[in-house]
C-alpha cells in the first residue's frame, strides 16, 4: 500500500465550486505540505503544516484553504474554484528536521483537477 | 528571473550514452541542493542531494558549484528507464522551504 495517498486522482469541476482534495499518509511524519504544478513551471508550495496546530501559508496560498484533521491527514478546499486553479496537486510529508538540515519529501501520486 | 532555472529539455540521447544537465540558483544564502526525479505523470521522488565535495550514487554524479551558483546532474551508461524528468531543487533558508525547478526532460532512445 502507498504510504501517501491522495483522493480524488482526477476531478473536473465547474467555476465557482467548492472542492476538497484530501491527503494521507501512514509514514508517521509530523510535517504535510501541499503543492501545485504547472506545465513549465516547479512545484510551487500552497501550504505547509508541522503537526495538527501549526499551519503556515506558502508561496501561493490566495484562493486556498487547508484543515489538518490529525498527524496523518492534510485536506487542502479551494472556496471557490477558478479556471487558472487546474492544475496537478500534490500532497507531500517529511520527517521533522533541526533547523539547518532536511528530510526527503515522500510525495501523493497527485490530484489532477479541471476548472471548466 | 526565476530563482532556480533548467534548460526544459527535452535531452534526446542513445542508450549506453553520457548526458549532464545543469541547473542554476540565483540564491547564494542557499543552503542545500537535490536532484528529484519525476516519471510522466507521476509524483517526484528524491534522486540524490547534492554536498559540496561533490557525490557519487552508482550511474549518478552531482556536482555544485557554489562560486557560479550551479548544480549539475551527469549520468553515465545511461539506460531506456532514465527516462524522466529530473528536478532541481534548492532549500534557501532556514525555514526549510523548498525552491523547485520546472525539470529537464530526458529521453533515452534504443
Known amino acids: 500500500d502507498a504510504d501517501v495517498t491522495q483522493t480524488p486522482r482526477n476531478r473536473i469541476t465547474k467555476t465557482g465550486k467548492r472542492i476538497m482534495l484530501e491527503c494521507s499518509q501512514t509514514?508517521?511524519?509530523?510535517?504535510m505540505y501541499w503543492y501545485r504544478q504547472d506545465p513549465g513551471l516547479g512545484l510551487r508550495l500552497i501550504y505547509y503544516?508541522?503537526?495538527?496546530?501549526?499551519?503556515n501559508k506558502g508561496e501561493i496560498s490566495d484562493g486556498y484553504s487547508v484543515s489538518r484533521q490529525a498527524q496523518a491527514k492534510f485536506s487542502l478546499s479551494l472556496e471557490s474554484a477558478i479556471p487558472n486553479q487546474t492544475a496537478l496537486y500534490f500532497c507531500?510529508?517529511?520527517?521533522?528536521?533541526?533547523?539547518?538540515?532536511?528530510?526527503?519529501?515522500?510525495f501523493g501520486p497527485g490530484t489532477r483537477l479541471t476548472v471548466l | 528571473r526565476k530563482e532556480v532555472e533548467q534548460d526544459p529539455g527535452p535531452f534526446n540521447v542513445p542508450e549506453g550514452a553520457t548526458v549532464a544537465f545543469n541547473c542554476t540558483y540565483s540564491?547564494?544564502?542557499?543552503?542545500?541542493f537535490f536532484w528529484y526525479r519525476q516519471d510522466c505523470r507521476k509524483e517526484p521522488k528524491l534522486l540524490m542531494s547534492?554536498?559540496?565535495?561533490?557525490n557519487e550514487d552508482g550511474r549518478f554524479t552531482a556536482q555544485l558549484n557554489r562560486a557560479s551558483q550551479y548544480i549539475s546532474l551527469l549520468i553515465r551508461d545511461s539506460k531506456l528507464s532514465d527516462s524522466a524528468t529530473y528536478l532541481c531543487?534548492?532549500?534557501?533558508?532556514?525555514?526549510?522551504?523548498?525552491?523547485w525547478g520546472a525539470g529537464t526532460k530526458l529521453i533515452i532512445k534504443p
Open positions: 531543487v534548492v532549500k534557501t533558508d532556514s525555514n526549510y522551504q523548498l525552491i
Open positions: 507531500a510529508t517529511s520527517d521533522l528536521v533541526s533547523t539547518n538540515s532536511y528530510n526527503e519529501q515522500f
Open positions: 503544516s508541522f503537526d495538527v496546530k501549526d499551519i
Open positions: 509514514k508517521g511524519h509530523d510535517r
Open positions: 547534492v554536498y559540496s565535495s561533490g
Open positions: 540564491n547564494s544564502a542557499s543552503q542545500s
